[in-house]
């Protein structure tokens, strides 16, 4: 059975440090690897994504993450927080057309 | 904005009741997915629809159905509902695999 793991239900950083959201997944095949926002009573937000290439993908916002296939892992980080930043992240992977979600991580951003 | 329409915003009904509701994708785009979101469950994927056509289905209950109609916008029907079945429920579209979620549907079930 395929699976996403996002081992922190929450994360609390300070504001202007870097932060980490981490993601594990156990899929078949070479699953394309993704991240959402949500924000409250919002519906979720393409941060981005991972397809093939570039270990280190860019995206929305200023944030980033890193595929490691060995760890099979897709770490979300931004180098340095805003209070903006707090909200709900999901990672997700889809493999063979279906799609796997992780169970969200809260980031808490502290003035 | 995502350009991912959802009606109506929310809903509250009585348990054994059924509910219909709708989504309007982002022009062009022919996948269609469902998600129900709860705070015990998390965010779980119903059932996808690409082209008018049942592509992939996850959790989703025999009380449940969708549909996806010829100008691609779809409809999730949810039948004999129980108190258990609120819950915010999401569509997304999707051209490629990248999908855009609509702002949900929160159903009350009383």
């Known amino acids: 059975a395929q699976s996403v793991a996002q081992p922190e239900d929450q994360v609390n950083v300070a504001e202007g440090n870097p932060l980490t959201v981490k993601c594990t997944y156990s899929v078949s095949g070479n699953p394309y690897l993704f991240w959402y926002v949500q924000y409250p009573n919002r519906g979720l937000q393409f941060l981005l994504k991972?397809?093939?290439?570039?270990?280190l993908v860019k995206g929305s916002y200023g944030f980033e993450a890193e595929f490691n296939k060995s760890q099979t892992s897709f770490h979300l980080k931004k180098p340095s927080a805003l209070v903006s930043d707090s909200a709900l992240y999901f990672c997700a992977a889809v493999s063979y057309q279906k799609v796997t979600f992780g169970t969200g991580t809260k980031l808490q951003v502290i003035p | 904005d995502s350009g991912v329409t959802q009606t109506p915003k929310h809903l509250i009904t009585a348990t054994g009741q059924r509910v219909t509701l709708r989504c309007s994708p982002r022009?062009?785009?022919?996948?269609v997915y469902w998600y129900q979101q709860s705070l015990d469950q998390g965010l779980q994927f119903l059932i996808q629809?690409?082209?008018?056509?049942?592509?992939a289905k996850g959790n989703i209950l025999e009380r449940f159905s969708a549909q996806q109609f010829p100008d691609l916008h779809s409809e999730l029907n949810l039948s004999s509902l129980e108190l258990g079945d609120s819950a915010l429920y999401f569509c997304a579209s999707a051209r490629g695999e990248t999908q855009y979620f609509g702002p949900g549907t929160r159903l009350l079930v009383l």
């Open positions: 629809y690409y082209n008018g056509e049942e592509r």
């Open positions: 022009s062009g785009d022919l996948s």
């Open positions: 991972y397809i093939t290439g570039d270990n």
